[in-house]
């Protein structure tokens, strides 16, 4: 009996002493973070990938990227780190698009490639603007800032642009530069 008092009294002591130096004013407090907002969190992120666009199982575009990351709620996709685009017309490759960074909408499946942009051929002719959009469904590039073309004949700029994605049919609004017979 004495035995299990003496044990009742050290279990008591020692929650007691527990209890009171867990109540001081010297608590470690948790590190405080800076708030992220949820939208600004990507729903999915890949590196150094490779997407395919494709209809009826013929290839229309493969983009490669750095960097991709889905936004699922705004439907949209960024790509950052560099972005390259070969286009295909009837499975034949006719063209490649570069710029550092770019944007897919998710809906339609248009491509936005921005900052330092440069389209080329097939047959050499070299289109260089700040901002291009490739236009999935009419397979059309259409640009409203400043653009340079150089084929081996022409060498046009203007502000304003829409062409097919293999740049032999193309109009440049508000044009300038000098072009041979």
Known sequence: ???NRLFFLCF????LIFISTGCG???IQPPKTDFISSDSIPTQQSFNSTVTFSDSGKVKAILYAGRIRVFSKFNYTLIDSGAKVDFYKAGVYNSTLTGKRGKIFDNSKDV???DSVKLVSQDGSVLTTNKLLWVNKTQKIKSDEFVHITTRTDDIQ???FEADQNLKNYVIYKVSGEVQQ
Do not use: C, F, R
């Not at 008591?12 to 929650?15: G, K, P, Y």
């Open 25 to 27: 004013s010297d608590k």
């Open 12 to 15: 008591v002591s020692t929650i």
């Open 112 to 114: 936005e490639v921005y």
């Open 1 to 3: 009996m004495y035995l």
């Open 158 to 160: 203007g502000y304003g």
